[in-house]
């Protein structure tokens, strides 16, 4: 088993990652993918990943009139969610589409569509991820943004390898990492509406839910599906 540890930000010129690699997954512990487990344990009936934000409008206004648009940073009118796990949590989705655009890990999975397979990770479905790329031959692993996404991947790689990794201590790296700090202390203060105080207790929240995301081209979005 050959596992391929690379930066999204070290992919955005690759052309042939479709051709070199039987499974992606796409790491973003804070927050895109925490965040998107929480959408689908809230009965959400669809989850769509778009590029970037003016592709999300254009998309709800000619295919989804329906959707609920989610985004990160500063709030939008456009944008009923916020990227916030925290905030998903108190809702109910049952049946809704969501369309969510995130700065790194949305953003990430596009960039490797083109492989056959792209799993989507943080914690929340951590175990589950690791099962699947037990099953792979040759696996493209992409933290997309800091050292709380290192440490996932540095979970993932043990376990699809059979190794032994202290959870314990990759949790406290997510809460030490940058994105760790700045989440709790966004969280905490309501000059940032875009983040709720529970964000990154449920970050370090392992495996609430049980299935890998699997992200399939929808045109040019990326629809996630549970495996």
Not at 8 to 31: C, F, K, P, T, W
Not at 82 to 103: D, F, H, R, Y
Not at 173 to 179: C, D, H, I, K, W
Not at 198 to 216: C, G, K, S, T, Y
Request: proline share 5%.
């Amino acid at each position: 088993m050959l596992i391929d540890v690379r930066h999204a930000d070290d992919l955005a010129s690759e052309e042939s990652l479709g051709e070199d690699y039987d499974l992606a997954v796409v790491v973003d512990v804070i927050r895109a993918f925490t965040v998107a487990a929480w959408v689908l344990r809230q009965g959400a009936g669809r989850l769509l990943f778009a590029p970037d934000a003016e592709t999300a409008i254009r998309a709800r206004d000619t295919r989804f009139p329906d959707a609920l648009l989610m985004k990160d940073g500063a709030p939008d009118p456009h944008f009923e969610l916020p990227n916030a796990p925290g905030s998903i949590a108190e809702l109910k989705l049952t049946g809704k589409t969501v369309l969510q655009t995130t700065g790194n890990g949305t953003r990430g999975a596009h960039v490797v569509r083109e492989v056959p397979v792209v799993a989507c990770a943080s914690f929340a479905n951590a175990t589950a991820t690791a099962r699947l790329m037990a099953g792979q031959e040759c696996v493209l692993l992409v933290p997309t943004e800091g050292d709380e996404d290192d440490a996932l991947a540095d979970f993932l790689t043990a376990s699809a390898e059979g190794r032994h990794v202290e959870m314990g201590r990759l949790l406290e790296r997510v809460a030490e990492s940058a994105a760790g700090v700045e989440c709790l202390e966004r969280g905490l203060d309501p000059a940032f509406p875009g983040f709720h105080p529970r964000d990154l207790e449920l970050a370090q929240r392992v495996d609430v839910f049980n299935h890998a995301l699997i992200a399939q081209p929808v045109g040019d979005l990326l629809e996630l599906k549970v495996r």
